[in-house]
Antibody
C-alpha cells in the first residue's frame, strides 16, 4: 500500500520561497501522477500541478505557472514542490496526492505553510 | 481553468438521500468520464470516495454513488448518517495532465 509522507510545517517571510517534500513508500513511485493540492484556511481544495516521475516534466494550473516548480526524484522516491515569491495568500496546507486521471487515492498528511512578516 | 461549481451547502435528515451537483464545462467534466469525489472531515486529509465518475474504492460504503450527464456530475448519498456530515469536493480531469476541483459542498445532517 502506497504511503506519502510530507515534510514538516514551515514559517516563511513574504517574498521568500518554500520547498515541500513528499516521500513515497510501499508502491511504484514512477508510474503514477504525484499532484500537489493546497487548501487555504477555511477554503476549498485547489489543484496546483503534478508530475509523473517516469516522464519527468510537470504540468501546472495556469494560476501557478511560473511561480511553482514541481520535480520528482525517481532514485529516492521523493517529489518536491517549491513556491517562490511567497505572499500572505499562500498561507495554506499543502498536500501531495498520488493517483491517475481517474482519482487521487493516496494523500500525504499535509504540510502547513505560514507566510508572515 | 475555472473551479467546478458546487452548491455551498446541502442538508438532509438521517435516512434521507441527498445529491450534490458539480458543474464544469465541455473541456473538463463534459469531455472525460474522470470525475472523482472526496470527503473531508474538519482538520482531516481528503479521502477518495468515488473515482471514474461512478466507481467506489474498496472500503467505501455503497451509500455513495456517482453519475454524470453532459457537463454536470453528481454525488448521491443515500441513507444519510451522522458521520456523513463533512465537506465534499468533486474533481475532474481537464486534459494535458491537469485537474480542477470544485469549490466544495458542506453537508449537514439535521
Amino acid at each position: 500500500q502506497v504511503q506519502l509522507v510530507q515534510s514538516g510545517a514551515e514559517v516563511k517571510k513574504p517574498g521568500s520561497s518554500v520547498k515541500v517534500s513528499c516521500k513515497s513508500s510501499g508502491g511504484t513511485f514512477s508510474r503514477y501522477t504525484i499532484s500537489w493540492v493546497r487548501q487555504a484556511p477555511g477554503q476549498g481544495l485547489e489543484w496546483m500541478g503534478g508530475v509523473i516521475p517516469v516522464l519527468g516534466s510537470a504540468n501546472y494550473a495556469q494560476k501557478f505557472q511560473g511561480r511553482v516548480t514541481i520535480i520528482a526524484d525517481d532514485s529516492t522516491n521523493i517529489a518536491y514542490m517549491e513556491v517562490s515569491s511567497l505572499r500572505s495568500e499562500d498561507t495554506a496546507v499543502y498536500y501531495c496526492a498520488s493517483g491517475s486521471p481517474d482519482g487521487f487515492d493516496v494523500w500525504g498528511q499535509g504540510t502547513m505553510v505560514i507566510v508572515s512578516a | 481553468q475555472s473551479a467546478l461549481t458546487q452548491p455551498a451547502s446541502v442538508s438532509g435528515s438521517p435516512g434521507q438521500s441527498i445529491t450534490i451537483s458539480c458543474t464544469g464545462i465541455s473541456s473538463d467534466v463534459g469531455s472525460y468520464n474522470l470525475v472523482s469525489w472526496y470527503l473531508q472531515h474538519p482538520g482531516k486529509v481528503p479521502r477518495l470516495i468515488i473515482y471514474e465518475g461512478s466507481k467506489r474504492p474498496l472500503g467505501v460504503s455503497n451509500r455513495f454513488s456517482g453519475s454524470k450527464s453532459a457537463n454536470t456530475a453528481s454525488l448521491t448519498i443515500s441513507g444519510l448518517q451522522d458521520e456523513d456530515e463533512a465537506e465534499y469536493y468533486c474533481c475532474s480531469y481537464a486534459g494535458n495532465r491537469t485537474w480542477v476541483f470544485g469549490g466544495g459542498t458542506k453537508v449537514t445532517v439535521l
